[in-house]
């Protein structure tokens, strides 16, 4: 059995979709074979058998799936309509406090990148930003605040690359499973960027979308990823690139 064909039994027990994983594949296989080694099983086929005699060991699989790419402002043009037309609305509607959640937060970046938009352009308003993500390792960097200079060049001009203490408190970091929970609302904006609606199965996604939407104040704003297509849907209509407006009811 090789690595990609015991993802395609294994991932579906986790709610993903194995096809989303072609681009980071490599990355998972490898930790596959270190844990391998770690157990001392001498094959996927004999890993497969543990896992149906282990059923603790499937939320170890888990983590070793967690896709862990990040920097400051991925897909810069993104942040820049937010700036530009999403977050000015947002501020006069739901200021002076903005509730942000960063769904899938990684090792911080993103909801740091809130931060750091809410001092430089809109300091009249209070950016209380709630990050979550599954993996204890990834928060554990995020509550850190030390990143490489590389994780900045997207930046725009202006905004200095240091994370400060001020900065830091702005953030509230919670392990949280959004296939299984999610923190308390309402938010004006949600991201869920490069996670549920990339490499979670249909029922994974419907089940995300719903607990953003109910957390979601009218007229508040999702941000997705690139490549990500939201789940059919009447509720959230597109009013930028990789931004849904959820629709106030009628």
Wanted: net charge neutral; hydrophobic share 40%; aromatic share 10%.
């Amino acid at each position: 059995m090789d690595c990609k064909t015991f993802l395609d039994w294994a991932m579906p027990t986790l709610g993903l979709q194995p096809s989303a994983f072609a681009r980071v594949r490599r990355q998972v296989c490898k930790r596959l074979s270190r844990r391998l080694a770690e157990l001392q099983l001498g094959s996927l086929e004999a890993y497969a058998r543990y896992l149906e005699t282990h059923p603790e060991e499937w939320a170890v699989l888990d983590s070793l799936c967690h896709v862990t790419i990040s920097r400051f402002f991925r897909d810069a043009h993104v942040f820049q309509a937010l700036i530009e037309s999403v977050l000015p609305r947002l501020v006069a509607s739901f200021g002076p406090t903005l509730r942000i959640w960063s769904a899938g937060c990684g090792a911080g970046e993103e909801p740091y990148g809130f931060a750091l938009i809410g001092r430089q352009f809109f300091p009249e308003a209070r950016f209380d930003i709630v990050a979550t993500d599954a993996d204890p390792h990834q928060l554990e960097r995020g509550r850190a605040a030390i990143y490489r200079p590389s994780s900045f060049r997207e930046l725009p001009a202006g905004i200095p690359h240091t994370i400060d203490d001020e900065l830091r408190r702005s953030v509230t970091f919670l392990q949280q499973d959004l296939r299984r929970e999610a923190p308390d609302g309402p938010f004006a904006l949600v991201a869920c960027r490069n996670l549920a609606f990339s490499y979670f199965d249909e029922v994974g996604q419907a089940h995300a979308l719903q607990a953003i939407r109910e957390r979601l104040v009218p007229g508040g704003v999702l941000m997705v990823g690139l490549r990500e297509k939201l789940p059919s849907n009447t509720d959230f209509g597109p009013i930028g690139p990789c931004l849904y407006e959820k629709r106030t009811p009628t």
